[in-house]
Nanobody
């Protein structure tokens, strides 16, 4: 059984930075896609960024140039470096694991809260 454990959320002022981490454990296919989604109250969960095991990335337009996704395949860990944070970045950030860049995966972490104050 695969588990995803996120860490690194918190409260930060607008313009600040945070780094999220997500470690995957269990039986994981070597070819996979790990990503971050976020959900603000009253909204649908949306893609923030995703990265394949061979390094291809995809970002939401709203975070391009501010956020960077990376991964360590040896550690089965994905990172999200968030900079120039805005209040609209506030939400619960969920790690996701799947097999393709085209669809969100079936495995989710428990989520970590990110709050950006103005």
């Amino acid at each position: 059984q695969v588990q995803l454990v996120e860490s690194g959320g918190g409260l930060v002022q607008a313009g600040g930075s945070l780094r999220l981490s997500c470690a995957a454990s269990g039986s994981i296919f070597s070819i996979n896609v790990m990503g971050w989604y976020r959900q603000a109250p009253g909204t649908q969960r949306e893609l923030v960024a995703k990265i394949s095991s061979d390094g291809r990335t995809n970002y939401a337009d709203s975070v391009k140039g501010r956020f960077t996704i990376s991964r360590d395949n040896d550690k089965n860990t994905v990172y999200l470096q968030m900079g120039s944070l805005k209040p609209e970045d506030t939400g619960v950030y969920y790690c996701n694991l799947g097999r393709t860049m085209y669809y969100r995966g079936a495995i989710w972490g428990q989520g970590t809260q990110v709050t950006v104050s103005s």
